[in-house]
């Protein structure tokens, strides 16, 4: 209590410090407020004119609110497949990262030659990934397939059968979760072994000890990667882009046309900014409050309890 | 009980943050952002008294570079106050380069871009109105009618036509003759096609090993229901939507007929083993009949190993009717808000003269938009450019109208409904022609 009171005496010495620190913090205030918060407050007033980039910029109200709403049957198109996109792929590759640390979580021989491997999807991507994965998901000659005819399954038409090209991309995101598998061995690793000895003294079973112990002592690290997974899956653009059928963005059937791969489309390919801004603004709102529930739902299922007491 | 707290605060801090910071990324992309013009010099006089014009391309291939260039250095080479400056940049960057150059006011002096979108950019003040140099040059009657409508917005003219394709077919003539046909006959209607086609199939067992024809080789309903509909594209004259027309409908029920008939699995697993070059179906000798831009020529000339081909315009439906065909391809333009346009336009007449242009149709096989140049009887000795410039007379661009520049993300889901059986032809074309016509009325 007296060491509080302290603190806060509002001393020379802090008062300086404090202002100090915000010397160090500058630059990054400088380039939030410029290239973020600036460009962001600016496409919010341009979500209410007609903005097109070179010609015009005037004010037109709610009315590109109102046709992405009422009159633009892509728009809902596009947020449908997101949402599915989001929906599936999010608590896969959450469930599929985690069992992937759990497995290399085991002390065995070239340990770390497994752990590099599945580590490297993660850190490839792009156009490249998109390229190959469309060879590996060809209906006919396609890898996929040919495995899954060896168990016995008639595989389906990926990326050709709208009803499954949005699994198809799933499927190669899944692939990635190398990424996530990173941040869950570290905590994992950062459980401590007591907890473990005091459980086995209990007569805890392995699996009783991996749903009492170790789940929850990870569970901030899963709420961490839920969030910023669901934030990033919104995001899902360039898979649409490139791996559409016929080379035609979103095709077939504008199964891969994903809420930001539209918006594009708009902006850059008709020019039609505004309209763009506003569906900025929309997704904006949406992943906001979806992270706002996470957080509330969070009090109910995240155990914050750090390994380094 | 304080360290847990704080610990939280923590956590749920840095889940906000990494949120705000992804999103802001998000918006950032879509805001134009300054101008990607640093690798440019600045557009202005060089050291030895030359205006310095820049001019992009994305021409940066082993092929096409050297050409480009070459064009360019000539120009340099035959003025004495200019100097061209040619950059490359790949297709997939340099339109939303442009774009965003120009937003920032300061746009490369020269531009090529695409024909089919002149009129968008020249509505959002995105190049330059020409009217004054081509009425002062009587430029032009130097292009094909067809080329010069694509690049008139308000009847004043944006950009100049350079070059353009056209789609034809492509047929091995030893296949034919091997099938009993004869090789210097090509079916005039696309009955006569399928009859054609049905008699080069090859199977082992239910599986194909080649297959005569199919629509769905490199080509789709978009060429077919042009043709089918006397040349007209998705628009009517008056500008009114007619997706739904009874002839493109005819145009779609042709294609589902062939696919039926060969089985829509079997085309989809020709199709996936598709490459270019020595792996094209064509050139590999898999498929006898088959559709590209004349262009495609080359290809069968350097990979080929004296392949027995013949070419011929597309089928009609019935005589007379008219073997339609679809083109594309660029227009050269001043970006709006170029500083030198006196002097950019000096290099738009230079490069769609009959000296580059001719230049250009022998090194790249291309057509071009001069009409002279097209003509040259050296370049018509080939036959198969012979008959691509033939073919002009019945090709149609189909530049994107102004009141619905996107309609065909809102025409291609239909089709593919349709072609996987989940519409009907008429549900399908009836629901994109409503589509199209919604969009429309959006952007009044």
């Keep these: ?309 | 009980m304080k360290k847990e707290k704080s610990n939280q605060s923590w956590v749920k801090l840095l889940a906000i943050l990494c949120s705000l910071s992804i999103l802001a990324a998000c918006s950032g992309g879509t805001s134009g952002g300054p101008a990607g013009a640093a690798s440019q010099t600045d557009a202005g006089t060089s050291t030895d008294g030359k205006v310095v014009l820049n001019y992009w391309t994305w021409w940066g291939s082993e092929t096409r570079r050297p050409i480009i260039e070459k064009l360019v250095d000539d120009f340099n080479k035959s003025q004495d106050k200019i100097f061209v400056k040619h950059s490359y940049y790949p297709y997939s960057d340099i339109f939303t380069k442009e774009l965003a150059a120009v937003s920032a006011g300061n746009p490369p002096d020269i531009m090529m871009n695409d024909i089919n979108t002149v009129q968008q950019r020249a509505s959002k003040k995105q190049a330059t109105d020409l009217s004054k140099y081509v009425e002062r040059d009587k430029v032009k009657d130097r292009f094909f009618p067809e080329l010069w409508k694509t690049v008139l917005y308000q009847d004043k003219p944006y950009g100049l036509p350079f070059n353009t394709d056209t789609r034809m077919m492509f047929y091995n003539k030893d296949d034919f003759k091997a099938a009993g046909l004869d090789p210097e006959k090509f079916p005039n209607t696309w009955d006569e096609l399928e009859k054609t086609a049905a008699k080069l199939d090859k199977k082992s067992g239910d599986k194909y090993t080649h297959i005569g024809y199919s629509p769905q080789f490199n080509s789709d309903w978009n060429l077919l229901q042009l043709n089918f509909d006397g040349g007209r594209n998705f628009f009517a004259d008056n500008g009114k939507p007619v997706v739904n027309a009874p002839a493109k409908a005819e145009a779609m029920q042709y294609i589902l007929n062939n696919a039926k008939r060969l089985g829509q699995s079997n085309i989809d697993a020709f199709k996936a083993d598709f490459g270019s070059k020595q792996a094209n179906p064509f050139i590999a000798g898999k498929v006898s009949i088959w559709t590209d831009v004349t262009n495609f020529y080359t290809q069968i000339r350097d990979y080929g190993q004296n392949m027995n081909f013949g070419v011929a315009p597309l089928p009609e439906t019935k005589e007379g009717a008219g073997h339609y065909s679809v083109g594309g391809g660029f227009v050269i333009e001043i970006p709006y808000g170029s500083k030198h346009p006196d002097e950019a336009w000096e290099f738009l007449k230079y490069m769609t003269d009959v000296q580059a242009q001719t230049y250009w149709a022998e090194k790249n096989f291309d057509n071009v938009a001069n009409k002279e140049a097209s003509n040259n009887p050296e370049l018509q000795k080939n036959a198969v450019y012979k008959a691509s410039v033939d073919n002009l007379a019945v090709t149609k661009i189909t530049p994107n109208p102004l009141s619905a520049p996107d309609y065909i993300n809102l025409i291609n889901p239909q089709r593919d409904a349709i072609m996987l059986g989940q519409k009907s032809v008429q549900e399908g074309l009836n629901q994109a022609q409503a589509d199209v016509e919604k969009l429309i009325s959006n952007n009044k």
């Design chain 1, 1 to 309: 209590m007296a060491r509080t009171a302290l603190r806060y005496r509002g001393s020379a010495l802090s008062r300086r410090e404090a202002w100090q620190g915000y010397i160090f913090a500058s630059p990054w205030i400088a380039g939030f407020l410029l290239f973020t918060a600036g460009p962001m407050l600016f496409s919010l007033y341009a979500s209410f004119t007609n903005y097109d980039i070179t010609s015009r910029m005037n004010w037109i109200g709610l009315r590109n609110y109102e046709t992405m709403f009422s009159h633009d049957p892509l728009f809902w198109k596009s947020l449908w497949n997101t949402f599915y996109y989001v929906i599936i792929s999010v608590p896969l590759q959450t469930a599929g990262g985690l069992l992937l640390a759990v497995v290399l979580n085991r002390k065995v021989a070239g340990i770390r030659i497994f752990r590099t491997v599945f580590y490297l999807p993660s850190i490839l991507s792009g156009v490249g990934v998109y390229v190959l994965w469309m060879m590996l998901l060809s209906p006919s000659a396609g890898l996929v397939n040919l495995m899954l005819g060896w168990v016995g399954v008639d595989g389906p038409a990926w990326l050709t059968d709208p009803a499954w090209t949005k699994n198809a991309v799933i499927l190669m995101k899944i692939w990635g979760a190398g990424g996530m598998m990173l941040l869950y061995l570290a905590s994992l690793q950062s459980v401590p072994k007591r907890l473990y000895e005091a459980a086995e003294l209990d007569g805890a079973g392995r699996f009783r000890k991996f749903w009492h112990v170790t789940l929850p002592m990870i569970t901030p690290v899963i709420f961490f990667e839920i969030v910023t997974g669901m934030i990033g899956g919104f995001q899902i653009f360039q898979e649409g882009y490139v791996m559409g059928y016929n080379n035609e963005p979103g095709a077939p059937m504008n199964s891969l046309l994903f809420y930001n791969l539209h918006m594009f489309l708009k902006a850059f390919k008709v020019f039609d900014m505004g309209y763009a801004m506003a569906m900025a603004w929309f997704l904006f709102l949406i992943v906001l409050a979806l992270t706002l529930v996470n957080l509330i739902l969070s009090r109910l299922w995240v155990h914050y309890e750090g390994g380094d007491q």
